[in-house]
């Protein structure tokens, strides 16, 4: 199983918003929507910020935003403020095999 | 609350066993449903999940670890064991125990602080 596939970097200026995409295959994110996304600055644990493709654990701020279409799931931070800069990753659980795939991650600069 | 915290070694030489253990609380691997998993992530690298346990004792594994890694739990000390053997210095990275469960059924809602494991001789 391959990893999900990623930019490298993406960046917006405070304020603007930035889309990151995760692309996988049809046996993956394209089978199922239990695609997540997280959360990771530097030196510390991941953190939940979109589940299920397009929802949102308590707590989340509604700037972030999921959806999916196809085989290519996306992550949108709107209104970008500086916490927002950090590592994101994608994950989807592959329901045939019962395990899971995480994204090749993506670095958000906010400039 | 759900809390959870990774311990083991720092450093294991190569082709030695890595155990690793997830104590947490707020949750019972007893209840349907419930599940903890395990992520690593070497220095600079992306996130790989490794192995996921769940509350009817069923396991999963990476299809690329699946000879090398044992996942067991201990429901009565609420722990669950990662075993992982023949280290090599490319398992060198951060561990991470995660619950998944609860309305997170799919996902890894929770994560542990994670531990470092440097594998060197």
């Known amino acids: 199983q391959s990893a999900l596939t990623q930019p490298p970097s993406a960046s917006g200026s405070p304020g603007q918003s930035v889309t990151i995409s995760c692309t996988g295959t049809s046996s993956d994110v394209g089978s199922y929507n239990y695609v997540s996304w997280y959360q990771q600055h530097p030196g510390k644990a991941p953190k939940l910020m979109i589940y299920?493709?397009?929802k949102r654990p308590s707590g989340v701020p509604d700037r972030f935003s999921g959806s999916k279409s196809g085989n290519t799931a996306s992550l949108t931070v709107s209104g970008l403020q500086a916490e927002d800069e950090a590592d994101y990753y994608c994950?989807?659980?592959?329901?045939?095999?019962?395990?899971?795939?995480f994204g090749t991650g993506t670095k958000v600069t906010v400039l | 609350q759900i809390t959870l915290k990774e311990s083991g070694p720092t450093l294991v030489k190569p082709t030695q066993t890595l155990t690793l253990t997830c104590s947490f609380s707020g949750f019972s691997l007893s209840t349907s449903g419930e599940a903890v998993g395990w992520i690593r992530q070497p220095p600079g690298k992306a996130l790989e999940w490794l192995a996921l346990?769940?509350?009817?004792?069923?396991?999963r594994y990476s299809p690329s670890l699946k000879s090398r890694l044992t996942i067991t739990k201990d429901t009565s000390k609420n722990q669950v064991v990662l075993t992982m053997t023949n280290m090599d210095p490319v398992d060198t990275g951060t561990y991470y125990c995660?619950?998944?469960?609860?309305?997170?059924?799919?996902?890894?809602?929770?994560w542990g602080q994670g531990t470092m494991v440097t594998v060197s001789s």
């Open positions: 994950n989807s659980y592959v329901g045939s095999s019962n395990f899971y795939v």
């Open positions: 995660a619950h998944r469960g609860g309305n997170y059924y799919y996902t890894f809602h929770i």
């Open positions: 299920e493709v397009s």
């Open positions: 346990i769940y509350w009817d004792d069923g396991k």
